[in-house]
């Protein structure tokens, strides 16, 4: 299996609203740690899917 891992060098901004509320993008690091966390997150899944077949079979 191939994984492709799109750079994401796009600056992290800050945005003010009318009701004044801010939003603020996460860091680089924790965009980092959040998108590795799903991206294991998923890999097991797909582990427990094949063992679950294996044992049926």
Known sequence: ???YAKKMNKKR???EYEEG???LWPSE???KITRKF???LSHLTQKISE?????KS
């Open 1 to 3: 299996m191939f994984r």
């Open 13 to 15: 901004y800050h945005e």
């Open 21 to 23: 509320s801010n939003l």
């Open 29 to 31: 690091e924790e965009d």
């Open 38 to 40: 799903y991206r294991d």
């Open 51 to 55: 063992v679950i077949e294996l044992a």
